[in-house]
């Protein structure tokens, strides 16, 4: 099966700072990567995801990168707000299964 | 509109009890996957129906889990003689289009204890 892999585990930066999520998987058939945030004691929400069309995708303060051929995608998220603090998973598609990372727990320190 | 809901939202169970966790999907939702996911961990996935057809249950650890959604609509994960390694929370998520390549939406969960 797929095995994704998700660096650091734990992340803290300033308020402003930026914040870099790595993940790695085994699948070269794995399509589809998203990136969810979960809130302590909350459900996680998807907040971008790319294809394996695409090499990067940007949304406002979040943007995500894919490197098919290293077979490596990064969550990047600039001007971090503390709002931002969350466990953050990344996931590789394959087949139907959606096969997540162990997750970051970012921590904004304003 | 209502988003993803479960039931019971928490659960303790003695050992060797059977337990069934429900799920609400948003309506109109094609797809429907239930998750494991232990504490400090990722969501694992267990299985997953389209409409009323159970297509992937690959992720299942166990006999004695078994999951249903007869009407393509609500869904029941149904756990039998639960173990202390059962005790997690169990996330269901669905999405409008078949498949996983789509964004799912998430439940608040059901954390199952075990004791």
């Known amino acids: 099966g797929e095995n994704v892999e998700q660096h650091p585990s734990t992340l803290s930066v300033q308020e402003g700072d930026s914040a870099v999520i790595k993940c790695t998987y085994s699948?070269?058939?794995?399509?589809?990567f998203p990136w969810y945030k979960q809130e302590l004691g909350k459900r996680p929400q998807l907040i971008i995801d790319?294809?394996?069309?695409?090499g990067e995708k940007k949304d406002q303060r979040i943007a995500v990168t894919l490197n098919k051929t290293a077979k490596h995608f990064s969550l990047h998220i600039t001007e971090t707000q503390p709002e931002d603090s969350a466990v953050y998973f990344c996931?590789?598609?394959?087949?139907?299964?959606?096969?997540f990372g162990t997750g970051t727990r970012l921590t904004v320190i304003p | 509109g209502a988003g993803v809901s479960q039931s019971p939202r928490y659960k303790v169970a003695k050992r060797g009890q059977d337990v069934a966790l429900r799920c609400d999907p948003i309506?109109?939702?094609?797809?429907l996957f239930w998750y494991q996911q232990a504490l400090g961990q990722g969501p694992e996935f267990l299985t997953y129906?389209?409409?009323?057809?159970?297509?992937?249950k690959s992720g299942l650890p166990s006999d004695r889990f078994f999951a249903e959604r007869p009407e393509g609509s609500v869904s029941t994960l149904k756990i039998q003689r639960t173990q202390q390694e059962d005790s997690a929370v169990y996330l269901c998520?669905?999405?409008?289009?078949?498949?996983?390549?789509?964004?799912?939406?998430f439940g608040p969960g059901t954390r199952l204890t075990v004791t």
């Open positions: 699948d070269s058939a794995s399509n589809y």
């Open positions: 996931a590789a598609l394959r087949a139907n299964n959606l096969f």
């Open positions: 309506s109109g939702h094609v797809s």
């Open positions: 998520a669905s999405s409008f289009e078949p498949g996983a390549n789509y964004e799912q939406y």
């Open positions: 790319i294809r394996s069309n695409v």
């Open positions: 129906f389209q409409n009323e057809a159970q297509l992937d």
